[in-house]
Nanobody
């Protein structure tokens, strides 16, 4: 079964950090651009960050630039999202998806299904 599994979310105080993981199962992530997305209650899903197959290109949404960092470990078939200086407005369910093209990986895929995601809650 081909799927991506998100993990690493939790409850953190404002200013804190979390590292999310996106692990591939039945899918070699090295062959894909990987995008991170989030969806807060009552809001549309938005692109947070993505990384190209060769790691030479990255994208960050304006609201997370300078605070989040995306990376991958091909030996573990995993892509990470390091989130620092977290704010209450970062509270959302975070998802990852695989894309054939880097230029598309910042846009939520409207086809197929999304995984369970991982909940991030930033609150005092």
């Amino acid at each position: 079964q081909v799927r991506l599994v998100e993990s690493g979310g939790g409850l953190v105080q404002p200013g804190g950090s979390l590292r999310l993981s996106c692990a591939g199962s039945g899918l070699a992530l090295v062959n894909y651009a990987i995008g991170w997305f989030r969806q807060a209650p009552g809001k549309e899903r938005e692109g947070v960050s993505c990384i190209s197959r060769n790691n030479e290109n990255t994208y960050y949404g304006d609201s997370v630039k300078g605070r989040f960092a995306i990376s991958r470990d091909n030996t573990k078939n995993t892509v990470y999202l390091q989130m620092n200086s977290l704010k209450p407005e970062d509270t959302a369910v975070y998802y990852c998806r695989a894309y054939a093209l880097f230029r598309l990986c910042r846009f939520p895929d409207t086809t197929g299904s999304w995984g369970q995601g991982t909940q991030v809650t930033v609150s005092a």
